[in-house]
């Protein structure tokens, strides 16, 4: 079983996905409601894409994947802190 | 898509590679000039993309040695066998190649002098990579504020920084405990064994004393620590934490 990493391991993708620094940004889990930092998700990097876990219920709450050489971040399950 | 892609500050920059040090037998610093280096905070780390012949890339996060006040960035690279990347870096990259990055990346596992409290250092393996950023950048600031180090390796040969650290613990503000959990020499005084709730006990500080607590290592060594720092009585989020692992080397 591929071991998850965090979101740590991901930050330079968020950075091209939301054009900022993301690790430290707060948010909330809508599957169990649960806040924590970006940095804190459960990350499984090793699928084509990154897939981001709530680290509390498990809940997929967000899909990073590059395609062209973008990056593109889906938020199924995750309200992020109003980004100042 | 939720959202579309953004253009970021964070392009792709060319580094040359200085110099190589050979910190132990699987891990090696490189040392880098980059141009276009915006400056960095300790703790960060970059993403490397190689790309081969035929256009296919591979890229990886390495974490950042050096001081945000040193001269040149540091990165050190720990060799994972069958790796698609580190063997490169560690084996193959000799003064004078060039090198593809984005950087400095991370907001979260980050250490600014400017935080008050004790600070206390947890590592496993290469996971003191972006600690001895913090410690270099504690060096720098010369600040009055404590540090414990306490750090696990499978063996004395395999303690990154170890010469470092040993002039570290000489500051009178640093302790450094150094954690052998499989091989140690005959007369060793530090930890045998795995960095665990006991251990904890006694290396880290009490929770009442408020230390900043950063955790870095393989998944399984920083959740165990994170576990035992919260069994302890040590608020979770006094505990910033960062997981590597082999996502392909």
Known sequence: ???????????????????????????RCRSCGVTCAVAELCVYARAPGAVARCSSCNAVVMVLVTIAGECHAHLPALELEALS | MARAALPGRLSWQLGR?????????????????LPNWPGHRAGQHVDIRLTADDGYQAQRGYSIASAPEDNEVILTIERLEN????????????????????????????????????????????????????????????????????????????????????????????????????????????????????????????????????????????????????DNGQPPDTIKTERFGPTGG
């Not at chain 2, 590679?17 to 000039?33: M, P, W, Y």
């Not at chain 2, 193959?92 to 600014?112: C, K, N, S």
């Not at chain 2, 613990?169 to 499989?182: G, P, Q």
């Open chain 2, 83 to 230: 790796g698609e990347v580190s063997p490169y870096l560690t084996d193959v990259l000799e003064p004078g190649d060039e090198l593809e990055l984005r950087g400095p990346i991370g907001g979260y596992f980050v250490w600014d002098a400017s935080l008050s409290g004790p600070l206390l250092l947890i590592s496993g393996g290469s996971g003191i990579v972006p600690l001895r950023a913090m410690l270099r950048h504690w060096v720098a600031a010369r600040l009055p504020v404590e540090v414990r180090v306490i750090h696990s390796a499978r063996s004395l040969d395999e303690v990154i920084y170890r010469d470092e650290l040993m002039r570290l613990a000489a500051y009178e503000e640093v302790d450094v405990r150094i954690a052998l959990t499989r091989a140690w020499p005959e007369r060793w005084r530090g930890h045998r064994g795995r960095v665990d709730r006991d251990f904890l006990k006694d290396a880290a500080w009490p929770p009442q004393d408020q230390p900043r607590i950063y955790v870095c290592g393989p998944t399984a060594f920083v959740e165990a620590v994170a576990a035992a720092l919260v």
């Open chain 1, 1 to 27: 079983m591929t071991v998850p990493l965090d979101g740590n391991a991901i930050a330079g993708d968020l950075f091209a996905a939301f054009g900022r620094e993301m690790t430290a940004v707060v948010g």
């Open chain 2, 17 to 33: 590679v200085l110099d190589t040090i050979d910190e132990t037998q699987r891990a090696r610093s490189l040392v880098l000039e």
